[in-house]
């Protein structure tokens, strides 16, 4: 046989003359089988084969060429690596071949083949006891560190049955979990241990256990420690290093996060926004309502004020309620003096007639029958008298010549029997020529009125109450409102006010309340002549006959001494113009008998003035 070709360890020559593949040291010898395929070695500590008796383990070592030769127990470096020396304790050299052993060699580990069938290794055995030295490492393998090695099982030695594999043999040899193919030779197996240096002399092996020496690095070789019958290796399982993530996505990923945390706080400040808004709504703030308020202030006001002016004259502003005849009313008065007469509108009284009640019901509550002292419809005022009452407090009276338009005035009534309402506004007009009653078809109920305009509200009720100015003082008695409809009525309808309220001046009021006082009359001034009330032009007509039958200029009279002449038309009064009759009878009444008064006049269209002393007239 030729030995192995350079370059090739372990090849050996074919009878063609080509160089067989190395097979993998330590596996079966071939031959065995019918195409020459080697067996691989099995895993250690398997079923062990039973000794020989030429005192090897197993199969005999057999060497052949190329491959395992020399005596037993010497291994092939299979590498064409010089031999390294021996050191001066060794029986032999690494590479070369070395005595028997004296003793049976115990040798676990160890694979044979025979006709293709792999041989179980040998049981594990103990060291010899004295100077056997172990088989020499391989170069470029790691041997055991201490224990017995393992020779290569000689060619053609025979092993005992084993049992057979589960596969067939590969015809290629093909290492299985794909190791190189057939035309690689198969890497040793070999386990880590620690390998004497070259040089270094190997003895007993209490010393190569008790100094393992160090060796050369092997070249690297990624099939070098593969067993593929190991139990393989477990590594722990490790966490995946983390995939840095894109910047962008990342970017969005937190300013989504921004937005929805942004979304929620505002979600959430809005809830608690309307809560607490409604919170505020129903009781103005949280917790308990507390509004801030005035203190207590002196109940004193400026005498020249409404609420001042009210102070002083509503304990002086009563109420009455009157009925009989049917007929029943409301309306007002005000205390004349301390004897208890009380100043009213004859239109108020005029529904007790001669039998009827008059209650009067005072400021402070207190009520007190009251009898008729004497009425005027013409004047439409009335004097009532109340008897068994102390303390009352007269309203001090004023001067209605003194009244301009524009100044402030105070109403005091009971408007729709609510006692004691107040109201306030200015005067609007004076000497407004007004007309009220004629509800009685002679006409006897008419009342002529030089009244004083006002926008205070005045309402059905406030009829005979005081009209007050700026300082408290009685200026008018309240009498009459223009109603929606255009009537005139000293009850003013049941419409209510607008704006147009007249009263009595006060003036007129005190002479005619004086002469009830003292006489139950009151005296109407007179010119003594007859109007013609149909005359639709302007001024007033002296009608052409007398209402009785008798001339229309009263002889002896004031007109007849003036030189008053029927059919004369007066067109002014002490210089104020006279559109009509009911005028001039105004103007008339707004005067006293026995005050002078220039009349213009025209006659046959010329224009004269006379002048004249009024004459008195008893009342009714």
């Known amino acids: 046989m030729n030995e192995g070709k350079p370059g090739t360890p372990g090849a050996s020559e074919g009878p063609d003359g080509d160089f067989e593949l190395a097979r993998p040291i330590g596996t079966a010898s071939p031959g065995t089988g019918p195409d020459g395929d080697y067996e691989l070695r099995r895993p250690l500590d398997t079923a062990a084969a039973p000794p020989s008796t030429d005192g090897t383990s197993g199969a005999g070592a057999a060497a052949g060429p190329g491959r395992l030769g020399g005596t037993p127990g010497a291994v092939a470096s299979g590498t064409g690596a010089e031999p390294t020396p021996a050191g001066p304790d060794a029986g032999t ?12 060699e115990h040798i676990t580990g ?22 056997h030295s172990g088989p020499a490492p391989v170069p470029g393998a790691e041997a055991p560190a201490s224990g017995p090695t393992r020779p290569a099982p000689a060619h053609g030695a025979h092993a005992p049955a084993q049992p057979r594999p589960l596969h067939d043999p590969d015809p290629y040899s093909t290492p299985p979990y794909g190791e190189p193919g057939p035309w690689a030779p198969a890497p040793p197996v070999q386990h880590p241990a620690a390998t004497p240096a070259h040089g270094v002399a190997v003895g007993a092996p209490e ?24 139990a393989p290796a477990v590594a722990p399982l490790q966490q995946a290093d983390p995939v840095e993530e894109d910047v962008k996505r990342r970017r969005g990923r937190r300013r989504r996060t921004l937005i929805g945390g942004a979304l929620i706080i505002a979600l959430v400040s809005g809830v608690a926004g309307g809560v607490v808004g409604v919170q505020l709504e129903r009781s103005g703030g949280i917790g308990a309502v507390e509004l801030p308020q005035a203190g207590v202030e002196a109940p ?78 013409g004047y439409d005022l009335a004097v009532v008298r109340v008897k068994g009452v102390r303390g009352l407090t007269p309203l001090p009276l004023g001067n209605s010549d003194n009244v301009q338009v524009g100044d402030p005035v105070v109403a005091i009534g009971a408007p729709f029997d ?13 000497e407004r020529p007004i007309t009220a009653g ?108 007398g209402s009785d039958g008798g001339p229309p200029v ?57 002048s004249l002393v009024l004459g008195s007239s008893g009342g009714g």
């Open 93 to 104: 050299t690494i590479g070369g071949a070395r005595p028997a052993d004296t003793g049976a």
């Open 207 to 230: 010393a190569v256990s008790a100094a393992p020496v160090a060796q050369e690095a092997p070249a690297a070789d990624p099939w070098a420690r593969y067993d593929p019958w190991a």
């Open 418 to 430: 609510l006692a004691g309402t107040v109201t306030s506004g200015i005067i609007s007009a004076r």
């Open 438 to 545: 004629g509800e009685k078809g002679d006409g006897s109920d008419v009342s002529y009125v030089d009244a004083l305009q006002t926008d205070a509200p005045i309402n059905p009720g406030n009829s005979g109450g005081p009209l007050l100015d700026g300082k408290g003082r009685v200026i008018g008695i309240n009498s009459a409102i223009r109603s929606a409809d255009g009537g005139l009525d000293p009850e003013g309808g049941q419409s209510g006010s607008i704006g147009l309220g007249f009263a009595i001046p006060i003036n007129q009021g005190k002479r005619v309340a004086e002469e009830l006082i003292e006489t139950g009359k009151a005296t109407h001034p007179v010119i003594g002549i007859t109007l013609d009330m149909e005359y639709s032009g302007d001024g007033a007509r002296v009608a052409a006959e």
């Open 300 to 377: 004193d006001r400026d005498p020249d004020s409404v609420a001042g002016i009210a102070a002083q004259a509503l304990p002086s502003v009563v109420t009455l309620h009157v009925s009989g005849g049917g007929r029943a009313g409301t309306g007002t008065g005000f205390v004349l003096d301390d004897r208890g007469h009380i100043l009213t509108n004859d239109h108020v009284v005029e529904p007790a007639g001669e039998n009827g009640d008059i209650t009067v019901t005072f400021h402070s509550g207190d009520t007190a029958e009251a009898t008729v002292v004497g009425r005027d419809s």
């Open 554 to 610: 009263s002889t002896g009279g004031p007109g007849a001494k003036a030189g008053i002449r029927p059919g004369d038309v007066i067109t002014e009064v002490d210089g104020r113009p006279v559109h009509s009759g009911e005028e001039l009878i105004v103007k008339t009444r707004a005067h006293r008998p026995g005050d002078r008064l220039e009349l213009t006049l025209e006659r046959d269209g010329e224009e004269r003035t006379v």
């Open 110 to 131: 160890v694979e044979t083949a025979e006709h293709g069938a792999p041989a179980a290794p040998a049981p594990r055995a103990e060291p010899p006891a004295s100077g």
